[in-house]
Structure formats: C-alpha cells, structure tokens
DNA sequence: CGTCTCCTAGATAGATCGCTCTAGTAAGGC
DNA sequence: GCCTTACTAGAGCGATCTATCTAGGAGACG
C-alpha cells in the first residue's frame, strides 16, 4: 500500500462512469476503459473481481451519489424551491452545451438498457432514483409542502430532467431543457402558491 | 416474388424494433435478431446490405412512425387534449404493466446510445422527436393555443412522458408515469384555460 | 536480508461479434 | 424447357469481447 492508495481504482470508476453514460454498458468494453483510465488490464479485474458487472454497479451507484450531491447543492435547506428548479434546469442546460451534448443524466442510458436484462443493475439504478426522489421530497417538505405533494413534485422534477435529457442530446438543442425548466418552475411556483393559500385559511 | 412478398423483412424490422427497445442497439446481437425472427441468416444482409447500423436506423423511423400514430390517434382532431393527455399517460402505464415494464418509448434507449456515438442513427432518432412534436405542436394548434405556447407544451409532453418511462423502467412503478400524468393533464388544462381567458377580453 | 501483500503487466483462452461468401431453392418471363 | 431474379441457408472469417492466468515489481515488516 502506497501513499496513494488505489489511485487506479478510482480512475477506472471515473472513466468508467463517463463512457457509460456517453455510449452505454454493452456498447464499452473493459479494453476501452482501461486503456482511457490508463490502467493495467489486470488491476481490472483485482479491484472487481466480479468483473464488467460488478464495476458497473459500482459506477452506477458512485454516478448517483455524486449526481444526487449536485441536486442536493440546488435545492439547499433554506433556498427558494422555486429559484433552485430555476437554476438547476439552466445549469444542466449550460453543462449539456458545454459538453456537446454528451453529460446528461449519468445513469439514464444505462438504466434503460439493463432494466429489462439485468437484475442487480437495474436494482442499482432503482435504488439511485429512489435516492434522488427521497432526497428531493425530503427538501421540498422542509420547504412547507405537504408529503404528498413533495413526493409527486420530486417525480415530476426528476422525471421532467430525465426526458428533456432524452430530447436534447438527441436533438442536440437545449430547447426541452429550457422548455421543462419554465414548465417546472411554474409547477413549484404553483404548489408553493397553493400551500400558502391553504395555510392562510 | 410470392404472394407474400418479403415478410421476412417486415419480421426482422419488427422483431429488432422489440429486442432494440428492451436491451440497446450494441446489446442486440443481430445472430438473436434472426434466431428470434425466425429469418435466414443470409436474409439480413439481403435486406439490409448497409448491415445493423442500416437495419438501426430503418427500425427508428419505423418504431417512430407507429408511435406517432398512436400519438395522433389520442390527440385526434376535435378530441379534447386533457382528456387525451390524461388517457395517453394512463394507457402508457397500463402498457408498461402489461409488458412487465419492457415496452415504454420504442426509441428512448436507442437515442440515449447513439446521440453521442453514431451520426446517422442520432439523426433518425432526431427526426423521429422532430416529427412527434410538430404533430403535437399542431394538434394543439387547432385545439385553439398559440404556435408558440402550443410547441412548449409538445416538448413539455413528450419529455415528461420520456422521463416518467426511464423511471417507470427502473423502478418497476408506474408511479412516476401516475405523477407526470397528473402534471401534465393539469398543465394542459391550465394552458387552455388561459387562453380562453385571453380570448374573451 | 527475506518475506508477505498489494498491485501491475500483459499474454492468451474461449466465446461471440458483425459480416462475407458460396450454394441452393423457388417463382415468373420468355 | 430454360434463364433470370429474389430469397433462403448457413459455413466460416477476422476482429473483438470478457475473463483468466502467470509472472514480476514495490513497499512494509520482521
């Protein structure tokens, strides 16, 4: 064990992540990975003995806890709702341009190609989403809506950034982002109003 | 040329178009496309000379195309667009079900690979949300909104049910498919109902 | 110094990939 | 009958896939 622990561990994840979320699980190989995490073919395969697999659990799960810090940096406890769903729609679109299109959701194209074909990792984008979800609903009913109404709220946020991410890279335009940025910062806005209307009563 | 000239094609297009959806294009092996369309190896490269990206790329449109015209037969003319919204997310999640969360958008995972990776494959998949909606965009249209109000809530529509399957999917839920519904019903109604409100001053 | 552990390094196995090739079959036109 | 065209049928090629295997380098510790 060196000073630098592992150093090649977290490479091959960090690349990983990027390859997968840009081409998909099936279409990256391990030689790609490892040859752009400049690692040594072997050390593969002695961090994740359990192979392409295991490392793609991994990354999906990695992927979301970093995504899901990002969400949480937005939609701080004290921050506006509404200026938050404002800012983060504006900011995927910035990074989405920036990045030709390419970073969108880290896991929404792997997530779509296991979730018919392959249990664990289905199971690990489940359990991210669910993070993220809970997350959001968490904040969202610190801010003064109800339960109820933050969980469905956080799915329509979450869900509205999924498809728009769809739309855009294929598309290359920012158009649906922008698009479901108003439109879901009119839905907050709008359950915000609502509460404060129920509260006065 | 027999009575039936080239079903065999029609079955290749068909059964890609289901194996596509469900696993990737990269985690689609065209031996299991024929094997499954029960089609002659040889008749692959007969039909399609251009190989699997050809074949990718002619299942798109297709998939697109009957889509879209399950799109059109909810938002027909005359029909009124919340009651077809409200119907088109919950027929979308009764399909799910039924199809143990397999069948969502025919094109989604395919885009979410190819927008990166594969030019000709992104185009088509461009094309096909093109079409999807400046078909909405006019449907609404001439259910009475402004062209520019029309193609946001297209976008608004499209994504939201895009989003709502990647998570669906994943989670094995049509709760999210049930929220974005609810969303999106209300966002067409509120729409039109300020549109008649413009009209009548 | 020897030894143990962690990690590097890459050759190679065995399966599968997309694709090409040749041969054969069936129906329509002459 | 014969020839042409359209399609069927699958063997097999080179490349690439994931994964295993052996061997060696480097620091920690006795």
């Known amino acids: ?3 630098m622990p592992a150093a090649t561990r977290e490479r091959i994840v960090e690349r990983s992540a990027e390859l997968f979320r840009r081409q998909g699980f099936a279409g990256t190989g391990v030689k790609q990975i490892v040859a752009e995490a400049s690692a040594p073919f072997g050390s593969l395969y002695h ?3 359990g192979g392409k697999e295991q490392l793609g659990e991994e990354v999906i799960r990695w992927s979301g ?3 899901g810090q990002l969400l949480d940096a937005f ?3 004290g921050a506006d709702p509404v200026a938050a769903t404002r800012a983060f729609f504006a900011a995927a679109a910035q990074t989405l341009r920036e990045t030709d299109y ?3 959701c880290p896991i929404a194209t792997v997530a779509l190609e296991v979730s018919s074909t392959n249990e ?13 979800v809970d997350a959001a609903t968490e904040r969202l009913g610190e801010a003064g809506l109800s339960r109820k109404r933050s969980r469905a709220l956080a799915f329509s946020l979450i869900g509205a950034l999924e498809g728009a991410f769809v739309l855009s890279r294929a598309l290359r335009s920012t158009e649906p982002l922008e698009v479901a940025g108003e439109s879901l910062t009119a839905e907050v ?3 915000f109003a609502a509460q ?5 009563r």
Do not use: N
């Open 1 to 3: 064990m060196a000073g």
């Open 47 to 49: 961090f994740f003995p």
């Open 65 to 67: 806890a970093i995504y």
């Open 75 to 77: 939609y701080a406890p």
């Open 102 to 104: 390419a970073d969108a």
């Open 120 to 132: 664990p990792m289905r199971k690990a984008c489940a359990d991210v989403f669910d993070g993220w």
């Open 189 to 191: 806005r709008e359950a």
């Open 196 to 200: 404060r209307k129920r509260a006065r």
